[in-house]
């Protein structure tokens, strides 16, 4: 059973910074990919960003040069970066470990922007 666990959310003041940790179960090299969603009240899961197992990245135009998206392979971890946070990036962020099969969630961690 793969197993992700999300850490490091929190309450941030706008323009605030925070970084979240995602520990994998098994080795990252594993999945194709491994990405960070998030999801507001009463909106859809929507993708953060995203960084394939060749190191590949991508992300959101909402993020785009406030967020950044790193592996430790050694340590089977994924970070989340977020810096300027804004009041619209409140949302439970998720880490996402995708294969051909299926993808694999972790439980969320709450991040509160406050303005």
């Known amino acids: 059973q793969v197993q992700l666990v999300e850490s490091g959310g929190g309450l941030v003041q706008a323009g605030g910074s925070l970084r979240l940790s995602c520990a994998a179960s098994?080795?990252?090299?594993?999945?194709?990919?491994m990405g960070w969603y998030r999801q507001a009240p009463g909106k859809q899961r929507e993708l953060v960003a995203r960084?394939?197992?060749?190191?590949?990245?991508n992300y959101a135009d909402s993020v785009k040069g406030r967020f950044t998206i790193s592996r430790d392979n050694a340590k089977n971890m994924v970070y989340l970066q977020m810096n300027s946070l804004k009041p619209e990036d409140t949302a439970v962020y998720y880490c996402c470990g995708m294969t051909v099969m299926r993808d694999y969630w972790g439980q969320g961690t709450q991040v509160t922007v406050s303005s």
């Open positions: 098994r080795s990252i090299f594993s999945f194709n990919a």
């Open positions: 960084i394939t197992s060749g190191g590949s990245t």
